[in-house]
Every structure is written in C-alpha cells, then in structure tokens.
C-alpha cells in the first residue's frame, strides 16, 4: 500500500463524506437542519427553564444530584420530542412537495459539509492528544490532511477566547 497515492487516514475521510452525504441525502436538508435545530433547541430549554424547575424538583428529590439530573432530563426530552413532532410535520410536507428534488440536493451538500466539520473535529481531539512525533504515517503522509488542518484551524476560530483550550493552531510542524 506504500505505493498507493492515499492512505487510510484518506480512505477514512472519503468514507465519512460520503456516509454523511448519503445519510443527508435520503433525510433531506429540511429534516437535517429541523434535527439540529431541535437538539439545539433543547438544549436552550434545559439552560432557561432548568433554573426555574430546579427547586421544585429538589423538593421532591431528596438528593440534589438525582433531582438536577432528572430535571435536565426531563426537561431536554420533553423539547426533543416536542420539536421533532414539529420537525416530522414540516418534513413531510416537503416531501410531498415539488421541493422533494431540491430538499435532498441540499440535504446532500448540507451532508457533506457536517461530515467534514465531524473530519476536523476528530482531528482537533487528535491533535490534542497525540503529539507529532507520535502520529501514525498514514495520518501524517495523508493528502487530506492540510484542507483538514484548514478546517479544524477554522473552527478554532470560531469558538470564543473564553471556550476551549485548544492550543495554538493544528498544522504538523507547529506553525498556523
């Protein structure tokens, strides 16, 4: 395989794209985008409506630990659901739509760009806890590696100075 002008580190993005695009495809862009807005949108009813259950939960549950769990549970499914029943209405609407074409078509791009923000996460986490030195060749030698290394640089960007500890840029030889 030495002689091959990819290596497994390549094979594994193209395997990823091409999944996450596929997957896209069949959903659709409305329900891929309905699916991120409700996970998202549970998460902002947990952070707004926990503090107000929180007490009344803690009056019930002895132990505090259970009762915020159970709250936050609670509460994160509740939204769930509530907005998939939505999410399912509007989905299928579409679906019986002339815009079935036109919503797989950019459930598809939609695909392919989450796949290669999952690419370059994973390699921020890589990056993190593998040293260099220590990176497998097939990492190293891969041709997506730099547009990967792009990618995860980007997204560094985007995350607030106050957020994560990444350190300094993510290219092989330690410069950004």
């Known amino acids: ?17 091409i999944i996450s695009a596929l997957l896209a495809f069949a959903r659709g862009f409305i329900k891929e985008t309905l699916s991120v807005v409700g996970w998202v949108g549970a998460i902002f009813a947990v952070l707004y409506i926990f503090p107000v259950l929180q007490p009344f939960a803690r009056d019930l549950i002895p132990l505090n630990i259970l009762a915020d769990a159970v709250t936050g549970s609670v509460i994160f499914l509740a939204a769930l659901v509530t907005i998939s029943i939505v999410s399912y209405a509007i989905t299928k609407r579409v679906r019986e739509s002339s815009l079935n074409a036109i919503d797989r078509s ?37 041709r997506s590696r730099p547009p990967v290394e792009i990618g995860a640089n980007l997204l560094i960007k985007l995350v607030p100075e106050t957020g994560w500890a990444f350190s300094e840029g993510t290219s092989e030889d330690g410069e950004e």
């Open 1 to 17: 395989m030495a002689d091959l002008p990819f290596t497994v580190a390549d094979v594994g993005v193209l395997i990823v794209l």
């Open 106 to 142: 950019l459930g598809f791009l939609f695909g392919l760009l989450r796949g290669a923000v999952v690419i370059c996460i994973a390699y921020l986490v890589l990056v993190q806890l593998v040293p260099v030195a220590e990176r497998p060749i097939w990492i190293q030698e891969a």
